[in-house]
């Protein structure tokens, strides 16, 4: 006669359980080891950068290197203070460059308006305006100057402001407008 296992059905089903329990402790053997792997390997790297830098620092504590830096530093210093007066270089001559009206036919045509025995003793020059002093032999001296300015076509107005008289010198301030 044939055996009859009651149990059987119990069996199998427990083998079943079985399985996935090994399967899962499988899983999870499987997860320690990798998060083992890469532990092991993250701790290497660490230790290997650790190692670097000290490697690194012992490099730069050496006196020829302290030596080097010092030099390095020094010559960003120059380097930012030579781009700072750079700078100031390039805007002072675009300054100059907008206000260049002192040029060689101011200073013949000034040089022509004056009559003998006249001189200038002072010039002020910003963008728009020129002011002169000067002496003079007489107040038609200055007026021959006042004119021959207006004469030039530089101007736009001159205008004598003051004439004061010394031992017989005229002493005058005259500002003219350039155009």
């Keep these: 006669m044939a055996e009859i296992n009651f ?6 089903k427990e083998q079943k359980k079985q399985k996935v329990r ?4 499988l899983g999870l053997l499987i997860a320690v080891l990798i998060a083992g792997g890469i532990s092991g ?3 290497l790297a660490d230790q290997q950068l650790k190692a670097e ?4 620092e012992t490099y730069l504590i050496a006196p020829e290197i302290q030596e080097k830096i010092a030099k390095m530093e020094t010559m960003k210093l120059r380097m930012e203070m030579g781009a700072k007066y750079l700078q100031e270089v390039q805007d002072t001559e675009a300054r100059i460059a907008a206000v260049d009206i002192i ?12 009559p003998a025995g006249c001189t200038f003793s002072e010039m002020t020059l910003d963008v728009n305006t020129l002011a002169l002093t000067g002496t003079a032999v007489t ?8 004119y021959n300015l ?3 076509g530089l101007f736009k107005t001159v205008n004598v402001n003051d004439i004061s008289t010394e031992n017989d010198t005229r002493t005058f301030l005259l500002n003219a407008t350039f155009r």
Aim: charged share 30%; proline share 2%.
């Design 22 to 25: 090994n399967r899962i402790k």
């Design 7 to 12: 149990f059987a059905p119990y069996i199998l």
């Design 53 to 56: 830098i000290r490697a690194t």
């Design 150 to 152: 207006k004469k030039t």
């Design 103 to 114: 040029d060689v036919k101011l200073m013949d045509t000034l040089a022509s308006t004056l």
């Design 139 to 146: 107040n038609r001296n200055v007026a021959e100057i006042e």
């Design 41 to 43: 390997f993250l701790f």
